[in-house]
């Protein structure tokens, strides 16, 4: 090969590149910044079988990333494989790439890695005394000589980028390396369930989780208690897939998706088939810009997924998508509605609390780990809470109690309400609080503020209810009863309402007349640019219909599908429940309130109006003495 170095202005000669050159440019597609290396050596630890897996770093990892683990170890003459492209212990023959079961196979990290940085492997296999140590300086390879040590292998990563000053300074700050890089200790830890990990930054411990912790044991470990008690548990196995983990209650969701986390037979994955199941499993209860949060691991014969989709091995391709779907969306539906939908009202307590006396932006995220963000053209936001009693219940330290002493009251609720929830602390706000409905009798007295929210007491606190997103949830739920047993009760109107739309909306509603039929709303052709509504579904009350016209061709033009798909459905049905409910505004009499209160325990969430606002905030005494600074 010449040595004279090709400038670009030459006629081509074309020649192979050096090997350091070659691994260079492999690295660019695999090492990005440390992160990526911690995730390449910490695969090839648990490749190895080990049950414990430490990594320390300094700079976050742009100095150091060491990986130290028990596995199976190498010798010698793995050693001086090791670093050489496309050379794996894990694959033998092509056909071994339809059933990968490890989580590395392509032999390109350690040789990418090397062309990189400074690096050292020290290991012993087991049985052997002694263990070797082998240098690679960025492709400079040096002979394995003989070094002590424990069992297992340790592998070091100096400088990254030494030698590719461009790359180095793409690395952002150490602070923020060094989270991507606990990111994926993190997520390897709630991966690999029998394995410990350590993480340690300039010599600190940062994260510790013993090989004995179980999956929520881990998540709490993490992401705190709060979390992991609210987490309702996913299990199922319909003898192909299998799917284990847990779901979070929609408040927790996020606008990223760094806690929703998929194993794949033990690999982490993001796919996105997997992120559109869990959206859809969140449907109706979620604000469709928020991303879920779940742990779930499922597991598969390895022969039905491509892993080899992507040289970080993120991406997957599963054989049989359809069925994959509608296994997992099975499993998830019924344990998120499981999940507990309840507003707490601490959080927002503690918002308003923390920012000058009462005031509270309400685009800001609403709820301390939001679970919601309000929208400001759903009428006003309920998180406002400086407007709603305000003065009656923080200010004056009179909050009506209904004519009751405090003590009074919670003893004798108490009584009726029974031990359920002897045993919450003030801790477990929000979680599976109080909504034991077989049992609460709603004794009232209930009281109305402006015509627009609910206030009731609870044994062990109160809540505050929007009466119009609790309805709407009513009319909702009903609706899409009558609408799955096909049967939906028709009120026909005895003047049609003529609906004034465009053309397009009206071409739209007339191609859909006989689906629409099927869900209630009855239309027929008026003029070029009108329709006539000659019936709707009997369950609307106050309807609105040229609104609810409106709204199903606009729904339709968006959507571009039929109204007998599902998610069709659900649109139409939420707005038509929203058009038809009890209005903020409308004055309730006390059996009113009851009536409504009694059908929304009925349902199997109360908690959220179709549209993921919360129906109902919950303060308890916790938050009470909180918010008055008696604890
Ligand atoms: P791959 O993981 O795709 O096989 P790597 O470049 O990451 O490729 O690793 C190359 C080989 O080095 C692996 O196949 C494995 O045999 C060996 N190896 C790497 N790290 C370890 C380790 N921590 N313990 C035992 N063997 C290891
Ligand atoms: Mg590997």
New binding site residues.
């Given amino acids: 090969m010449s040595s004279k170095h090709p400038s670009s202005a030459q006629a081509g000669v074309i020649r192979a590149l050096p090997e350091v050159v070659r691994n260079q440019i492999a690295a660019g597609e695999v090492i990005e910044r440390p992160a990526s290396i911690v995730k ?1 050596l910490m ?3 648990l ?2 079988g080990a049950t414990h897996v430490q990594v320390d770093l300094e700079e976050g990892g742009s100095m150091l990333v060491r990986v130290i ?1 028990d ?4 010798n010698g003459a ?1 050693l001086m494989m ?1 670093f050489e492209s496309h ?4 694959l033998r023959e092509a056909g071994d790439l339809d059933h990968i079961s490890s989580l ?8 990418s890695i090397g062309s990189v940085a400074r690096c050292a492997i020290y ?1 012993r296999p087991r049985g052997d005394d002694i263990g070797l140590r082998i240098e690679n300086e960025g492709g400079r390879i040096q002979d394995p000589v003989d070094a002590g040590g424990p069992r297992g ?1 340790t ?1 070091e990563i100096r400088d990254l980028f030494y030698n590719t000053p461009a790359r180095r300074r793409f690395l952002k700050r150490p602070s923020t390396e060094l989270s991507r890089c606990l990111e994926v200790v993190q997520r390897m830890a709630l991966g690999h369930l029998n394995v410990g990990f350590v993480a340690t930054h300039n010599g600190k411990r940062n994260y510790d989780i013993e090989a004995s912790m179980d999956l929520p044991a881990r998540i709490r470990r993490t992401f705190g208690a709060e979390l992991s008690e609210s987490l309702v548990p996913v299990e199922a196995d319909d003898g192909m897939f299998k799917i284990f983990g847990y779901v979070a209650p929609p408040r927790f969701a996020r606008r990223d998706s760094a806690r929703q986390m998929w194993f794949l037979n033990g690999r982490m994955v993001k796919d996105k088939v997997l992120v559109r199941v869990l959206k859809e499993a969140y449907r109706g209860y979620l604000d469709p810009g928020r991303q879920p949060v779940a742990f779930l691991h499922l597991s598969m014969d390895p022969a039905l997924v491509d892993v080899n989709v992507h040289p970080a091995k993120a991406e997957v391709r599963f054989r049989e998508d359809r069925r994959v779907f509608a296994f997992l969306l099975n499993s998830l539906r019924s344990a998120v509605a499981q999940t507990d939908m309840a507003t707490p009202g601490e959080g927002l307590l503690r918002k308003a609390l923390n920012r000058d006396g009462y005031v509270h932006h309400p685009g800001q995220g609403a709820i301390h780990d939001p679970g919601y963000l309000p929208r400001p053209s759903e009428g006003r936001p309920i998180t406002e809470i400086r407007e709603v009693p305000g003065k009656p219940y923080v200010g004056g330290g009179s909050f009506p109690v209904y004519g009751r002493p405090a003590s009074a009251l919670s003893e004798g609720d108490n009584a009726t309400v029974g031990g359920g929830h002897a045993g919450l602390g003030t801790d477990a706000v929000g979680a599976g609080l109080l909504t034991d409905g077989a049992v609460d009798t709603l004794p009232g007295p209930f009281l109305q503020i402006d015509k627009t929210y609910i206030v009731r007491a609870l044994p062990d606190g109160f809540e505050v209810i929007d009466q119009h997103a609790l309805h709407e949830r009513i009319t909702y739920e009903g609706l899409l009863r009558e609408v799955q047993n096909g049967s939906v009760e028709v009120q026909r109107l005895l003047v049609p309402e003529v609906v004034e739309v465009s053309r397009a909306e009206k071409a739209l509603l007339e191609e859909h007349k006989d689906a629409l039929a099927k869900i209630g709303i009855e239309i027929e052709p008026f003029g070029e640019t009108a329709v006539a509504l000659q019936g709707m579904p009997s369950r609307l009350r106050h309807p609105d219909p040229m609104g609810l016209v409106r709204d199903v061709a606009e729904i339709l033009a968006t959507t571009g599908k039929s109204p007998t798909a599902a998610d069709v459905i659900e649109e139409v049905l939420h707005s038509a429940a929203c058009r038809s409910s009890v209005m903020a505004g409308d004055a309730l009499t006390d059996d009113a309130i009851r009536s409504i209160l009694q059908r929304g325990k009925q349902l199997e969430n109360d908690q959220t109006c179709p549209h993921s606002r919360p129906t109902r905030v919950r303060f308890t005494l916790g938050d009470l003495e909180r918010a008055f600074h008696r604890k």
């Fill in positions: 390449e695969e090839n630890s490749d190895a683990d596995g199976v170890g190498m793995d090791a050379a794996t212990s894990k590395g196979f392509r032999g390109e990290a350690l040789a290991s292998t592998i």
